[in-house]
């Protein structure tokens, strides 16, 4: 496996020990004006439903992949649609989700290139899933300062 799904999939790690925490501390926000680890951990899931959905099954080498969404409005529904589900249910969605889109992303072929949207970048899975691990990284730094 490739270091940077590694890293990837490390997430489910962090995310899984979030099962130890109190629903309300899990249900506050990490700061003022900021979303709670709860609505953090549903926009970590619902951007791995987009990809393992909408970018995956066009990953081939050569592809021109659909663009990312509006992020504040892909953000907005993300919310909406975990909202009423319960800590725990959302901890195992993103956990469940994350792992089979590493796995989705494993099978595919190494050497690969494709573009996204009107850009010309070319990116390999390695060089995909490395924003994504930055991401985590980002989002998981919020978190852990508030539970520590």
């Not at 080498?61 to 249910?89: C, R, Y």
Request: a negative charge.
């Amino acid at each position: 496996m490739m270091k940077q799904l590694k890293s990837f999939l490390g997430t489910v790690n962090e995310v899984e020990k979030l099962k130890d925490q109190s629903s309300n501390l899990l249900n506050q926000p990490i700061a003022n004006g900021k979303w709670s680890t709860k609505e953090i951990i549903a926009h970590m899931y619902y951007w791995d439903y987009f990809i393992l959905h909408q970018m995956v099954p066009n990953m081939v080498d050569g592809a021109k992949l659909t663009a990312f969404p509006d992020h504040n409005k892909h953000n907005e529904e993300g919310l909406e649609l975990v909202g009423d589900q319960s800590i725990e249910s959302i901890i195992k969605l993103f956990i469940e989700t994350r792992e089979k889109l590493v796995r989705e992303l494993d099978a595919l072929e190494e050497d690969i290139r494709f573009t996204i949207g009107a850009g010309k970048r070319q990116f390999s899975i390695e060089s995909f899933v490395k924003i994504f691990v930055r991401h985590d990284a980002h989002h998981l730094k919020q978190i852990h300062e508030l539970v520590e």
